[in-house]
């Protein structure tokens, strides 16, 4: 029998068909197209798991469930979307129109609570039991799985280890507060730390490696610019990861998780971002006189993590 995932984002719906083995053998794919009514993207939804179906050749009696990892807040009880902004959604019984395509059991979930479920069970965690996954992007997502269960809180929405804050009154960030992690360590503001060294610094390197457009720089630029041996590129790169790092110390004195870890567009920087971090929380961590340590490491499923984990969704 076979499993199917979604995860619905801002721009892309992609259904997943999972097998036994955790392995996807097939896709469905559509635009989001927001702003538009939530009927129509879950149409698209329905459309998209009918197109893995069929590319499969299996029928709908060969699926066991129907899972979807959803920006945004989650009522899982009641399978309703309670609010996503970038979707446009607020309080749609997303389960309920579903039902209306599939006699299935249909389950929703958030979308990085999914991809650290895919990441636990079938990617970086080897099925441990306690696992964190966080993603460096936008912002800083995380999920969180103890004794083998996403974390989710009285309301479905723990898990914010992004908007926790390590700088009392620091940076501001989108959720209202200063100083949330986010706002140091997510690629939104390692863009912003390597925009503001690059103005102090007219002769880096890292100017030459955005052809002198500050518009093209990204979370890659300062990684660059410190691999040609550019100081101020270094020194931005290692600010950047005294950031993250603390963020991730607290994490670890909070969850102690077998697993540990990092992906996203950041997160694919591999060693020369990891090492130093690793380094950093043995240092720091509470923990640091006990036998076992979280294993800190990189996340390896991609983009598939969000659609195996919400494949992998039950009661």
Same mark, same amino acid.
């Given at each position: ?10 721009? @892309? ?72 902004? @970038? ?25 990085? @609570? ?202």
């Amino acid at each position: 029998m076979y499993r199917i995932g979604v995860d619905l984002g801002g721009t @892309n719906i992609v259904a997943g068909v999972m097998d036994e083995f955790y392995k996807i053998i097939s896709k469905g794919k559509r635009k989001t197209n927001c702003p538009r009514p939530a009927g129509e993207i879950l149409a698209d939804i329905a459309a998209c798991v009918q197109e893995a179906v069929e590319k499969a050749g299996i029928t709908m009696d060969d699926v066991l469930s129907i899972g979807i990892g959803t920006p945004g807040s989650v009522n899982k009880r009641m399978g309703i979307i309670e609010y996503a902004n @970038n979707l446009g959604f607020d309080k749609v019984p997303a389960r309920d129109i579903l039902s209306k395509y599939f006699d299935k059991p249909i389950y929703l979930e958030n979308d990085a @609570n999914c991809a650290a479920l895919g990441e636990a069970v079938a990617g970086a965690g080897g099925n441990v039991e306690n696992f964190v996954m966080i993603t460096l992007g936008t912002g800083v997502g995380s999920g969180i799985i103890v004794n083998g269960k996403i974390v989710n809180g009285c309301n479905d929405a723990a898990g914010e280890m992004g908007h926790n804050v390590i700088v009392v009154d620091g940076e501001p960030c989108t959720c209202g507060r200063k100083g949330c992690w986010e706002a140091y360590a997510s690629a939104t503001a390692l863009v912003r730390q390597t925009k503001t060294a690059m103005r102090e610094n007219k002769d880096s390197l890292m100017w030459q490696i955005v052809e002198n457009d500050l518009e093209k720089v990204n979370g890659r630029t300062a990684f660059d610019g410190m691999r040609q041996g550019d100081t101020a590129a270094k020194l931005v790169v290692d600010k950047y990861i005294k950031y993250l790092s603390a963020g991730i110390v607290n994490v670890v004195n909070t969850f102690q998780p077998d697993v540990l870890c990092i992906g996203g567009g950041v997160g694919c920087e591999g060693e020369p971002l990891l090492a130093p971090v690793r380094e950093y929380v043995l240092k720091e961590r509470y923990s640091i006189h006990c036998g076992k340590q979280t294993q800190i490491c990189s996340a390896v499923l991609g983009n598939d993590a969000g659609v195996i984990g919400a494949a992998l969704l039950d009661e």
